[in-house]
């Protein structure tokens, strides 16, 4: 056996016969190491369709790669170094790291639990219900129910904005526990094109013509 990094070789001597030469294998390089360490951070509880990271703080020698395996409790799994996972069914899940060297060597196993809870239905709303405007106009968007805290994608974190621009809008809202995040499409209707005539085109002074407008 050995126990320090270093070049080794095995060198054999057939005793029966001990006319015959010596055979010497090559060299074989053994590296020993400090065994990684599996950590991870993860929330405690989380709701169903939230994007949850699962950090790793995971320790080991500087100088080798480790590579990562995620099991998130429900046969769905990952070997990205940092994960980022969505339940979609509430329950309690074991989750479980394991860090090791090439070929699965010195591997280090870390759990934890995570509650999964439903989550709250989140869903952008306007006054008028109706998610659209014209050029010039502005449009109030807000969302159905109270929360903790709101962020949306303009920057704003007030419960409603206004917007004056057709486009993606989304907003992500907590209550507390869960982050829900809620998205929305504003069109651009156009303008009407009006068209003005009268009857007659000429008139005298004191004279009067008839005014008609159509597109409206």
């Given amino acids: 056996s050995v126990s320090a990094t270093g070049d080794y070789y095995v060198k054999a001597k057939y005793t029966a016969n001990p006319s015959c ?49 995620w099991n998130f409790g429900n046969a769905q799994t990952s070997t990205a170094e940092n994960a980022a996972f969505q339940y979609t069914i509430p329950n309690t899940y074991t989750v479980s790291l394991q860090v090791s060297y ?10 934890k639990t995570i509650t999964i809870q439903s989550a709250p239905s989140v869903n952008i709303t306007t006054p008028s219900g109706v998610f659209s405007l014209c050029a010039g106009d502005t449009l109030e968007l807000g969302v159905d129910g109270t929360f903790a805290s709101y962020q949306w994608s303009t920057g704003a974190t007030t419960p409603t904005i206004e917007v004056d621009q057709p486009g993606n809008y989304f907003v992500d809202v907590s209550n507390g526990t869960c982050i829900i995040t809620s998205t929305v499409v504003i069109d651009e209707l156009e303008g009407p094109t009006v068209v003005a005539t009268a009857d007659p085109v000429q008139v005298n002074e004191g004279q009067s013509s008839q005014l008609t407008a159509s597109g409206l």
């Fill in 21 to 69: 030469a010596a055979i010497e294998t090559p060299d074989v390089t053994i590296t020993f190491s400090a065994p990684p360490v599996a950590d991870f951070t993860a929330p405690l509880t989380a709701c169903t369709s939230q994007v949850i990271d699962f950090t790793n703080q995971s320790t080991g020698a500087a100088a080798l790669t480790r590579y990562y395996n």
């Fill in 102 to 111: 090439n070929n699965a060597a010195c591997a280090d196993i870390a759990t």
